[in-house]
């Protein structure tokens, strides 16, 4: 074996498991690496301007590829910069390594200049974290590091000092074990018969899918089919279930519909399969619960279960669907796909654009984006409202992706996850809903866009507020404070990093404005000024919100601010 520095090293080993970029900012602790980077064609370096986008953007990656990304930031700072992207990629369960550059190693433990310690401080985010203390600990531990991610569907940080990487170390080739796992898991024959009894019993049975669906779309169909059962998605299961599916009643949650809702409260068998859905608050207090999920540790963690199985959910419906009898009664079916068909008439009864009537309802921005955009189309969106509109009104097709921070529902997630998607699939068109909070959140990576020359069509919900956080606000009687913003010119920023750009008040101008941003060679803006006080209501309303709103209305008067109100009205009854 011959000698090799570290930095080289690490290099060959990422490249040896398939990664192609890497997103972060450069820093003198992460010198060794990038030299060794700008030496080779078959690896690069993504500049982005803040970490957090860093760690996003390979979040992104991971999630439409399936594989490894891989993020880094220097010591002290620029690694903390990572954590919030990588609590999304952690809680998204994408596979991304992130790699801590750490101050030089005999400095450790003396307050030295920028020390921090990234072996403790990325612990709770990950499933592998560790401090690379000589440098014959490489290529070992790194692989660790991947294989962990690979195999766990999760973060994993490997903290490096920068003078570990410009050390030499006996060198021997990349494991072949790094690779992608992908074991198939299945209830044992015993599981699966009282299974199939439990849902053969069932009367009315609800199937409630998340992510975890990904590839079993064929398998979901025939079940439901023989079940006669409504399907209702978590929000991250939505762009593998409700394309191609008859049995489609919508989601269900603070952003779902009134069918998903009462297709799971009125089940007498609900049937979980691939999902962690968080709110406990919208499960039935009265049906046979069962659970399929491939982590255990995700059974009887949101609601009480008559069943709980580890199995992926293509494997264990292939097993189950044989065991299960053909119901007759549809009854429970037709009733809510009905109620989803009456609540999309009045989805799309909101989407509308009167020419001239300002500002317009975002509603209606949401619904051209989706008739314009790409049948491939992979789109991003800000939490908070942004989300709202795309869970509602993006058409869903087998090919498109949605991409959001929905388990930990940070802001400003839209432009850098779009960074991520694009450079992965730079013949697809990648298109974010964000929020006016959410952009300018993160503003300065429009510059990455342009710097990169990423195509990205960032579409623009401009209100001026916090607007989800103002809801929230009126629903628990709390005038809104804190959540007004002073934007600035989005359209000339964009236009100065050297972006198309577009400025749309009137929804008689907006598909022509959303059509030449799709149309333009390069990353373009448009900014559509919509209702601040738009009400995204959730599928059933409670005493204590009505009572919140109420009182919110008292106060908006009594101090003065009744304008809002009277905006709030004619906005939501005259339409």
């Not at 709980?308 to 189950?320: N, Y």
């Given at each position: ?7 080289e ?92 550059a ?47 991610a ?41 599981e ?41 998605s978590a ?12 049995y ?26 691939g ?23 995700n ?22 669907l ?17 109620h ?10 909101l ?56 388990n ?15 450079l992965a ?48 606000m009126?629903?628990?009687g ?51 000024v ?12 409670k ?32 339409r």
């Amino acid at each position: 074996m011959k000698q090799k520095r570290g930095a080289e090293i690490i290099v060959e080993t990422l490249v040896a498991a398939g990664v192609k970029r890497i997103y972060g900012v450069v820093g003198d602790s992460l010198n060794g690496m990038l030299e060794e980077i700008r030496k080779r064609k078959d690896i690069e370096w993504i500049g982005v301007r803040h970490e957090e986008t860093a760690a996003f953007a390979a979040g992104a990656e991971a999630h439409v590829t399936g594989e490894l990304a891989v993020c880094a930031g220097s010591c002290g700072p620029g690694n903390m910069h990572l954590i919030n992207g990588l609590y999304d990629c952690h809680r998204s369960r994408v596979p991304v390594l992130a790699i801590a550059a750490q101050i030089p190693s005999q400095e450790i433990g003396s307050s030295y200049f920028q020390e921090t310690h990234p072996d403790q401080l990325f612990r709770e985010c990950s499933e592998y974290c560790e401090l690379i203390s000589q440098p014959t600990q490489l290529p070992r531990v790194l692989e660790i590091a991947i294989q962990t991610a690979l195999a766990k569907r999760g973060v994993a940080v490997v903290a490096i000092p920068g003078d570990i990487a410009l050390r030499e170390a006996l060198y021997r080739e990349p494991s072949a074990s790094v690779k992608q796992a992908n074991p198939v898991i299945c209830p044992s024959p015993e599981e699966l018969q009282q299974l199939a009894a439990m849902l053969n019993r069932g009367q009315a049975v609800t199937i409630l899918g998340g992510a975890g669906c990904a590839g079993a779309h064929a398998e979901l169909m025939a079940l439901a089919g023989k079940l006669k059962s409504p399907i209702v998605s978590a929000l991250r299961g939505r762009e593998h279930i409700q394309y191609d599916n008859p049995y489609d009643v919508g989601l269900t949650g603070l952003i779902g519909f009134s069918s998903g809702y009462h297709a799971i409260k009125q089940a007498d068998t609900l049937l979980m399969l691939g999902t962690d859905f968080p709110y406990t608050q919208f499960y039935s207090d009265n049906a046979f619960i069962i659970q399929v999920d491939r982590r255990g540790e995700n059974l009887g963690r949101r609601t009480r279960l008559d069943l709980g199985l580890i199995g992926d959910v293509k494997a264990t419906l292939s097993a189950l669907l044989p065991l299960l009898d053909e119901k007759s009664d549809d009854a429970h079916l037709t009733k809510f796909v009905g109620h989803y068909q009456n609540v999309r008439q009045e989805l799309s009864d909101l989407a509308v654009g009167h020419p001239g009537r300002k500002p317009m309802h975002p509603q209606y921005v949401a619904r051209i984006v989706d008739e314009l955009a790409a049948d491939d189309a992979i789109f991003s969106c800000d939490v908070g409202t942004p989300t709202v509109w795309a869970a509602r009104y993006l058409t869903m097709n087998g090919k498109r992706r949605l991409l959001g921070s929905f388990n930990h529902g940070s802001m400003a997630n839209a432009m850098p996850q779009a960074i991520g998607a694009q450079l992965a699939f730079p013949g697809r068109q990648v298109v974010t809903f964000s929020g006016d909070g959410g952009l300018s959140m993160m503003l300065g990576d429009v510059l990455s866009l342009r710097q990169h020359k990423l195509p990205v069509k960032i579409i623009v919900f401009s209100n001026s507020s916090l607007a989800f956080v103002e809801l929230e606000m009126m629903a628990t009687g709390i005038l809104g404070t804190g959540t007004g913003m002073v934007n600035p010119d989005f359209v000339a920023l964009a236009q100065s990093a050297g972006m198309y750009g577009v400025r749309v008040e009137d929804p008689a101008d907006l598909k022509e404005a959303v059509t030449a941003a799709f149309q333009h060679d390069g990353p373009a803006l448009v900014e559509a000024v919509v209702n601040r006080t738009e009400l995204s209501m959730p599928p059933t309303i409670k005493l204590d919100q009505a009572v919140g709103f109420n009182l919110w209305a008292l106060k908006a008067v009594l101090n003065g601010r009744g304008d809002e109100l009277i905006d709030l009205a004619l906005t939501n009854l005259i339409r």
